[in-house]
């Protein structure tokens, strides 16, 4: 059964950094896009960023800049550095796995879902 693992979350003050990891495990291969997305109260789930496992990236215009995608193939892992946190980055952030080899933003590419960790920053 396929569990992806966040940690990394926090509360934090505007213009810190956090970095998130995502470990995934028993996936069918290495050949899965991985992502991240985020929802905050009252909003939908929004993407954030996403990496292919030949490394193509592409990232939210409101992180541009601000957040850094990677991934450790024999590991399994992703990760998002994200600095210059600002107040309207507070969600829940969720990785997310998809059996595809192109990049994607799109919610429905992805099959794999991990449960979240919380991201708050304070003013």
């Known amino acids: 059964q396929v569990q992806l693992a966040e940690s990394g979350g926090g509360l934090v003050q505007a213009g810190d950094s956090l970095r998130l990891s995502c470990a995934a495990s028993e996936l069918p291969s290495s050949f899965y896009v991985m992502g991240w997305f985020r929802q905050a109260p009252g909003k939908e789930r929004e993407f954030v960023a996403a990496?292919?496992?030949?490394?193509?990236?592409t990232y939210a215009d409101s992180v541009k800049g601000r957040f850094t995608i990677s991934r450790d193939n024999a590991k399994n892992t992703v990760y998002l550095q994200m600095n210059s946190l600002k107040p309207e980055d507070t969600a829940v952030y969720h990785c997310?796995?998809?059996?595809?080899?192109?990049?994607?933003?799109?919610?429905?590419?992805?099959?794999?879902w991990g449960q979240g960790t919380q991201v708050t920053v304070s003013s």
């Open positions: 990496m292919s496992w030949t490394g193509e990236n």
């Open positions: 997310a796995a998809g059996a595809r080899y192109a990049v994607s933003s799109a919610y429905s590419d992805y099959n794999y």
